[in-house]
């Protein structure tokens, strides 16, 4: 807690995903979560790990409802302030582990776009998509954002001549998998991982996507682009987001889950 706490206060979240590069992630989880939203008359809509409200403040604004849960007070603050006190926006302190608050079956769409990229065990993991796959009404559906393996090797442990550093302190596996702590602050997977998280839950999956794709190898590059290169450039991305064989090499990836039909939980 003290690690995130730290440096969630002295973070941009916002002017991250407001940057060019940043657009790209944001603008791809949007198109998702509308495309789950979609046929759905006044959704029910819970984002664990709400940050400051990028997504749920837009959402809220648009006149959906929402519950945005999150752990940092200071995000909570920031996500607070944008508010006018029109939004039909109930936001609170809590943790992605222990959603005893909601009762089963409560939502149309539940969004974990952070909490997985800060529990480092699979049990917590785990227990963290029980929650939501819980409090999702059957049939409703479950986004879960993750940090890839392999572009942090690339560009950190590489890109950055972290090579001994990160091998001195035996931050990585013989097959290259990162190995992180509560102080390193973001936990990095791959996707039989991710599935292998799926499996253990009552769902099916709907896609797995690459929410920034190559956006993240080129940033210089991408926030440089004037308007006109920038919507191809998202033309291009929307076209290969969700080719699995591209997956593993996004900075960001979104699971997109069903809640399975067959479960009453």
Excluded at 207 to 229: H, P, Q, S, W
Aim: charged letters at 25%.
């Amino acid at each position: 807690m003290f690690y995130l706490e730290s440096y969630y206060n002295n973070y941009d979240e916002d002017g991250r995903l407001l940057s060019r590069h940043g657009q790209v992630e944001y603008l791809t989880t949007m198109k998702y979560i509308e495309e789950c939203l979609d046929g759905i008359s006044d959704p029910g809509i819970l984002e664990i790990g709400a940050g400051t409200g990028r997504y749920s403040v837009t959402l809220a604004k648009q006149g959906l409802s929402v519950t945005a849960v999150e752990l940092i007070e200071h995000n909570l603050e920031i996500l607070r302030s944008k508010l006018d006190g029109t939004e039909p926006i109930t936001a609170l302190q809590g943790n992605a582990l222990d959603l005893s608050a909601f009762a089963d079956n409560s939502f149309d769409l539940t969004m974990l776009l952070g909490p997985m990229y800060h529990l480092y065990t699979k049990e917590e993991k785990i227990q963290a998509l029980s929650e939501a796959v819980r409090v999702t009404k059957t049939g409703g559906h479950i986004l879960v954002a993750y940090c890839m393996n392999e572009p942090t090797v690339i560009q950190y442990v590489f890109g950055m001549n972290k090579l001994h550093e990160v091998m001195d302190l035996k931050m990585l596996t013989p097959d290259w998998h990162c190995i992180s702590e509560p102080k390193d602050l973001f936990e990095m997977v791959r996707t039989e991982e991710i599935a292998e998280l799926d499996a253990a839950v009552p769902v099916r999956r709907i896609k797995l996507v690459a929410t920034d794709g190559a956006t993240n190898y080129k940033r210089e590059y991408i926030d440089a682009m004037d308007d006109e290169t920038f919507g191809k450039w998202m033309d291009y991305h929307f076209t290969i987001c969700e080719r699995q064989d591209l997956i593993g090499a996004s900075h960001h990836t979104l699971d997109i889950l069903q809640k399975n039909l067959k479960t009453h939980k």
